[in-house]
């Protein structure tokens, strides 16, 4: 088993050379981080990857990469806590921000062109609708205004989809999610396509900024990664499965899932997902707000928590996180499926519903 490595610090010799392969500081990298680096790079056919404290960091090391004056555009349904947190941060920082509405196919074109963004961000499918953005369209949309693409591909996992071989520049994963797999530690992760001048300053930002992965939190996640794909193969059967089982269940108005034959993003979804739709559904039950938190809490087998991609599945009232304001309807519950019998949820979900 590989190694931890706890060194803030790294010895040099008496000439004051470093001896231990040019590692000097733990701020700037830990050697404990190279086999989770590596296993993403691959995966996502990256020739670089780099760990972060965070999923949130790791998108801040993309946006903070960016100069006074550049402007960003984002998908109007997207994880929540970024899409605030940018709206926050783009006002302090003299950034600007313009979000579209990933339901209408000409928007981001549209916005691309009125506002000449140095970068693009989506993430697909997205946060909790699961609608699905063409990644290939998105980047050319992008390069031809002259910005960078970046997908946040926590969902999909390099597993189902490669964001860089349909055009993507940057792909971010909260690693908090699929690829540690076990909701025990808080990681993220970019992967780049080139080695350019938004990636150098990426790493620099890692390395001043401070947001770096802790010697323990990098080994778990390493371990975690072994079985990412069996893990997001199995969630993606079952949600599919799911899907298939609820829609048209006379308790719910609507479910959501991208492996729908009915849902508007199935098409894409065909031919950018490989091997599966993913292991995120949401379901919006009838009776409103409390006939989904009804239904929460007479689960079971379904955990009530937030965050998802873990071994254990979750049930979400999306609504009640994100409070007033929220664009997510409050009939909606978000389903993080997990790697349980798939029987025994679609049990659970059945007497819940009673
Ligand atoms: C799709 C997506 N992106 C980014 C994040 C943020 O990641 P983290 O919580 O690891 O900072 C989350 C967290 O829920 C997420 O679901």
Request: aromatic letters at 6%; proline letters at 5%; one cysteine or more.
């Amino acid at each position: 088993m590989p190694a931890i490595h706890p060194a803030a610090t790294f010895v040099r010799d008496r000439n004051y050379q470093l001896i231990d392969a040019g590692h000097s500081y733990g701020r700037d990298e830990n050697p404990g981080y190279a086999i989770a680096e590596n296993v993403l790079a691959e995966l996502e056919g990256a020739p670089s990857a780099l760990l972060f404290s965070s999923g949130m960091a790791a998108a801040m090391a993309v946006v903070q990469s960016l100069q006074p004056g550049d402007q960003i555009v984002a998908p109007r349904v997207m994880y929540w806590g970024l899409r605030n947190w940018l709206t926050r941060f783009c006002k302090q920082w003299g950034l600007g921000l313009d979000l579209f509405d990933i339901n209408d196919p000409d928007a981001l074109a549209r916005t691309v062109s009125r506002v000449k963004p140095k970068l693009v961000w989506i993430e697909t499918p997205c946060n909790p609708t699961w609608d699905v953005i063409d990644i290939a369209a998105a980047s050319e949309i992008a390069h031809a205004a002259g910005a960078w693409l970046a997908v946040d591909s926590t969902v999909a996992t390099p597993v189902l989809t490669q964001p860089i071989s349909h055009g993507a520049d940057i792909v971010m994963h909260s690693a908090t999610k699929y690829l540690n797999g076990h909701c025990d530690l808080v990681a993220g992760a970019l992967a780049t396509a080139k080695e350019d001048e938004l990636w150098e300053r990426i790493c620099e930002v890692r390395s001043h900024a401070g947001a770096i992965l802790g010697s323990m939190d990098a080994w778990l996640l390493q371990r975690g990664m072994r079985t990412l794909f069996l893990r997001v193969h199995k969630a993606s059967e079952s949600a599919l499965a799911l899907a298939e089982h609820f829609e048209g269940h006379a308790g719910l108005e609507a479910v959501n899932y991208p492996g729908l034959p009915g849902h508007p993003g199935h098409q894409i979804a065909s031919r950018q997902m490989k091997g599966g739709f993913g292991g995120m559904l949401s379901i919006r039950v009838k009776g409103g707000a409390e006939g989904a938190l009804n239904l929460a809490k007479r689960c079971e087998v379904f955990t009530r928590a937030t965050s998802l991609g873990g071994v254990e599945s979750l049930v979400e009232h999306r609504y009640s996180i994100e409070g007033e304001g929220s664009p997510i309807p409050k009939d909606l519950l978000r389903l993080s499926i997990g790697i349980e019998c798939v029987d025994d949820l679609i049990a659970d979900l059945e007497q819940a519903l009673q």
